[in-house]
Protein backbone atom coordinates (compact mmCIF):
# COMPACT_ATOMS: atom_id res chain seq x y z
CA UNK A 1 0.00 0.00 0.00
CA UNK A 2 0.86 3.67 -1.03
CA UNK A 3 2.08 5.59 2.32
CA UNK A 4 1.85 8.85 3.45
CA UNK A 5 3.78 10.94 6.13
CA UNK A 6 1.96 13.75 8.29
CA UNK A 7 3.53 15.45 11.39
CA UNK A 8 2.48 14.50 14.44
CA UNK A 9 1.22 17.52 15.73
CA UNK A 10 0.96 21.31 14.69
CA UNK A 11 -0.69 23.98 16.09
CA UNK A 12 -2.78 26.98 15.10
CA UNK A 13 -4.65 30.31 16.08
CA UNK A 14 -7.68 31.09 15.67
CA UNK A 15 -8.78 32.93 12.59
CA UNK A 16 -5.93 32.20 11.24
CA UNK A 17 -4.85 30.26 8.39
CA UNK A 18 -3.58 26.24 8.16
CA UNK A 19 -1.54 24.41 6.47
CA UNK A 20 -1.57 20.69 7.11
CA UNK A 21 1.14 19.01 4.98
CA UNK A 22 0.95 15.44 3.65
CA UNK A 23 3.65 13.84 1.57
CA UNK A 24 3.38 10.88 -0.29
CA UNK A 25 6.57 9.81 -2.71
CA UNK A 26 5.68 6.25 -3.81
CA UNK A 27 2.28 7.54 -4.69
CA UNK A 28 0.80 5.59 -8.04
CA UNK A 29 -0.91 7.36 -10.82
CA UNK A 30 -4.69 5.82 -9.88
CA UNK A 31 -4.56 6.88 -6.31
CA UNK A 32 -6.86 9.32 -4.92
CA UNK A 33 -5.43 12.30 -1.78
CA UNK A 34 -8.31 11.72 0.77
CA UNK A 35 -8.41 13.73 3.52
CA UNK A 36 -10.05 13.10 7.05
CA UNK A 37 -10.38 14.61 10.31
CA UNK A 38 -11.32 13.02 13.79
CA UNK A 39 -12.75 15.36 16.60
CA UNK A 40 -12.56 13.75 20.01
CA UNK A 41 -14.39 10.87 21.05
CA UNK A 42 -16.24 10.94 17.32
CA UNK A 43 -16.29 8.60 14.00
CA UNK A 44 -13.71 10.15 11.11
CA UNK A 45 -15.08 13.07 9.15
CA UNK A 46 -14.55 13.43 5.20
CA UNK A 47 -12.98 16.72 4.72
CA UNK A 48 -11.72 16.46 1.03
CA UNK A 49 -10.12 14.83 -1.83
CA UNK A 50 -8.20 15.33 -5.56
CA UNK A 51 -6.51 13.71 -8.00
CA UNK A 52 -4.26 15.83 -9.94
CA UNK A 53 -5.51 19.23 -9.61
CA UNK A 54 -6.22 21.44 -6.57
CA UNK A 55 -9.90 21.27 -4.83
CA UNK A 56 -11.68 23.26 -3.28
CA UNK A 57 -15.07 23.10 -0.88
CA UNK A 58 -17.02 24.62 1.99
CA UNK A 59 -14.56 22.55 4.25
CA UNK A 60 -11.44 23.50 2.95
CA UNK A 61 -8.90 23.60 -0.09
CA UNK A 62 -6.47 20.74 -1.17
CA UNK A 63 -3.25 21.99 -2.73
CA UNK A 64 -1.47 19.05 -5.14
CA UNK A 65 2.13 19.24 -5.97
CA UNK A 66 2.51 18.96 -9.66
CA UNK A 67 4.53 15.91 -9.26
CA UNK A 68 1.90 14.37 -6.48
CA UNK A 69 4.17 13.34 -3.97
CA UNK A 70 3.37 15.94 -1.79
CA UNK A 71 -0.25 17.69 -0.78
CA UNK A 72 -1.60 20.28 1.57
CA UNK A 73 -4.73 20.64 3.25
CA UNK A 74 -5.55 24.24 3.55
CA UNK A 75 -7.96 25.71 6.49
CA UNK A 76 -8.47 29.24 5.18
CA UNK A 77 -9.29 30.17 9.09
CA UNK A 78 -8.91 28.31 11.60
CA UNK A 79 -11.92 27.70 14.55
CA UNK A 80 -11.67 26.32 17.73
CA UNK A 81 -13.94 23.51 16.54
CA UNK A 82 -11.48 22.67 13.89
CA UNK A 83 -9.04 20.85 16.62
CA UNK A 84 -8.77 17.54 15.50
CA UNK A 85 -6.47 14.76 14.08
CA UNK A 86 -6.02 14.90 10.40
CA UNK A 87 -5.63 11.91 8.08
CA UNK A 88 -4.09 12.10 4.88
CA UNK A 89 -4.99 8.82 3.15
CA UNK A 90 -4.70 7.38 -0.64
CA UNK A 91 -6.91 5.28 -2.15
CA UNK A 92 -6.81 2.90 -5.55
CA UNK A 93 -9.48 4.91 -7.79
CA UNK A 94 -9.70 0.74 -8.60
CA UNK A 95 -11.18 0.06 -5.39
CA UNK A 96 -10.02 -3.78 -4.74
CA UNK A 97 -8.69 -3.90 -1.35
CA UNK A 98 -6.58 -1.15 -2.13
CA UNK A 99 -9.61 1.09 -2.52
CA UNK A 100 -9.96 0.47 1.01
CA UNK A 101 -9.30 3.51 3.38
CA UNK A 102 -5.88 2.55 5.13
CA UNK A 103 -5.55 5.39 7.70
CA UNK A 104 -1.89 6.32 8.95
CA UNK A 105 -1.45 7.68 12.71
CA UNK A 106 -2.32 12.11 11.27
CA UNK A 107 -1.58 15.39 12.35
CA UNK A 108 -3.21 16.74 15.28
CA UNK A 109 -4.06 20.10 15.26
CA UNK A 110 -4.40 22.42 18.52
CA UNK A 111 -6.17 25.62 17.74
CA UNK A 112 -5.52 28.54 20.70
CA UNK A 113 -8.00 30.96 21.24
CA UNK B 1 -32.14 12.32 11.55
CA UNK B 2 -30.95 9.64 9.07
CA UNK B 3 -27.41 8.78 8.79
CA UNK B 4 -25.03 5.16 10.25
CA UNK B 5 -25.74 4.91 13.57
CA UNK B 6 -24.09 2.14 15.94
CA UNK B 7 -24.82 0.68 18.98
CA UNK B 8 -24.37 0.12 21.68
CA UNK B 9 -22.43 3.30 22.35
CA UNK B 10 -20.43 1.47 25.32
CA UNK B 11 -20.44 -2.13 26.65
CA UNK B 12 -18.13 -3.76 28.94
CA UNK B 13 -17.93 -7.85 28.58
CA UNK B 14 -15.79 -10.96 30.19
CA UNK B 15 -12.91 -12.84 28.12
CA UNK B 16 -14.82 -15.38 26.10
CA UNK B 17 -18.25 -14.30 25.88
CA UNK B 18 -19.72 -13.59 22.16
CA UNK B 19 -20.29 -10.12 21.47
CA UNK B 20 -22.38 -8.04 18.64
CA UNK B 21 -21.41 -4.74 18.16
CA UNK B 22 -24.24 -3.34 15.61
CA UNK B 23 -24.59 -1.37 12.85
CA UNK B 24 -27.41 0.14 10.47
CA UNK B 25 -27.05 3.05 7.55
CA UNK B 26 -30.23 4.44 6.19
CA UNK B 27 -28.71 5.25 2.74
CA UNK B 28 -29.00 1.97 1.32
CA UNK B 29 -25.38 2.39 0.74
CA UNK B 30 -23.68 -0.47 -1.14
CA UNK B 31 -20.25 -0.41 0.52
CA UNK B 32 -19.58 -1.01 4.54
CA UNK B 33 -16.21 -1.30 6.88
CA UNK B 34 -15.68 -2.19 10.04
CA UNK B 35 -12.64 -0.16 11.90
CA UNK B 36 -11.11 -0.31 15.15
CA UNK B 37 -9.16 2.54 16.75
CA UNK B 38 -6.32 1.84 19.46
CA UNK B 39 -3.62 4.06 20.91
CA UNK B 40 -0.66 3.61 18.62
CA UNK B 41 -2.50 2.09 15.73
CA UNK B 42 -4.93 4.73 14.14
CA UNK B 43 -7.88 3.22 12.67
CA UNK B 44 -7.42 -0.55 11.04
CA UNK B 45 -10.05 -1.92 8.62
CA UNK B 46 -11.69 -5.22 9.82
CA UNK B 47 -14.02 -6.48 7.50
CA UNK B 48 -15.71 -4.75 4.58
CA UNK B 49 -18.57 -5.28 2.37
CA UNK B 50 -19.62 -4.69 -1.03
CA UNK B 51 -23.27 -5.90 -0.65
CA UNK B 52 -25.85 -7.81 0.96
CA UNK B 53 -24.02 -11.39 1.52
CA UNK B 54 -20.58 -10.17 0.12
CA UNK B 55 -17.73 -9.73 3.09
CA UNK B 56 -14.18 -9.63 2.45
CA UNK B 57 -11.62 -9.54 5.30
CA UNK B 58 -9.18 -6.30 5.93
CA UNK B 59 -6.08 -5.75 7.96
CA UNK B 60 -7.05 -7.05 10.91
CA UNK B 61 -9.90 -10.06 10.72
CA UNK B 62 -9.22 -12.73 13.42
CA UNK B 63 -11.35 -13.11 16.04
CA UNK B 64 -14.17 -11.30 14.17
CA UNK B 65 -17.30 -12.69 11.96
CA UNK B 66 -19.16 -10.04 9.99
CA UNK B 67 -22.73 -10.89 8.17
CA UNK B 68 -24.61 -8.96 5.74
CA UNK B 69 -28.11 -10.37 5.26
CA UNK B 70 -29.69 -6.75 4.67
CA UNK B 71 -27.87 -3.79 2.84
CA UNK B 72 -29.00 -1.64 5.97
CA UNK B 73 -27.17 -3.71 8.70
CA UNK B 74 -23.50 -4.65 8.84
CA UNK B 75 -23.12 -6.62 12.46
CA UNK B 76 -19.45 -7.55 13.76
CA UNK B 77 -19.20 -10.23 15.93
CA UNK B 78 -16.39 -11.10 18.30
CA UNK B 79 -16.97 -14.97 19.07
CA UNK B 80 -14.80 -15.48 21.53
CA UNK B 81 -13.77 -12.09 23.01
CA UNK B 82 -10.20 -11.10 24.23
CA UNK B 83 -8.44 -8.70 26.08
CA UNK B 84 -6.46 -7.72 23.02
CA UNK B 85 -10.00 -6.79 21.31
CA UNK B 86 -10.74 -3.92 24.04
CA UNK B 87 -11.10 -1.27 21.57
CA UNK B 88 -13.31 1.57 19.79
CA UNK B 89 -15.05 0.35 17.38
CA UNK B 90 -16.49 2.48 14.13
CA UNK B 91 -18.92 1.42 11.26
CA UNK B 92 -18.40 3.53 7.81
CA UNK B 93 -20.56 3.32 4.42
CA UNK B 94 -20.03 4.55 1.39
CA UNK B 95 -22.43 4.52 -2.13
CA UNK B 96 -19.50 3.09 -4.08
CA UNK B 97 -15.88 1.93 -2.67
CA UNK B 98 -13.69 3.98 -4.36
CA UNK B 99 -13.54 8.16 -4.80
CA UNK B 100 -16.31 7.76 -2.33
CA UNK B 101 -16.18 9.66 0.78
CA UNK B 102 -16.88 7.11 3.53
CA UNK B 103 -19.61 8.17 6.44
CA UNK B 104 -18.73 7.06 9.97
CA UNK B 105 -20.83 6.15 12.72
CA UNK B 106 -19.93 7.45 16.45
CA UNK B 107 -18.23 4.36 17.46
CA UNK B 108 -18.63 1.55 20.37
CA UNK B 109 -16.18 1.59 22.82
CA UNK B 110 -15.59 -2.15 23.95
CA UNK B 111 -13.83 -2.86 27.11
CA UNK B 112 -13.18 -6.98 28.12
CA UNK B 113 -12.43 -7.88 31.37
Known amino acids: DAKTTQPNSMESNEEEPVHLPCNHS???????IHWYRQLPSQGPEYVIHGLTSNVNNRMASLAIAEDRKSSTLILHRATLRDAAVYYCILRDYYGGSQGNLIFGKGTKLSVKP | DAGITQSPRYKITETGRQVTLMCHQTWSHSYMFWYRQDLGHGLRLIYYSAAADITDKGEVPDGYVVSRSKTENFPLTLESATRSQTSVYFCASSERQYNEKLFFGSGTQLSVL
Open chain 1, 26 to 32: TISGTDY
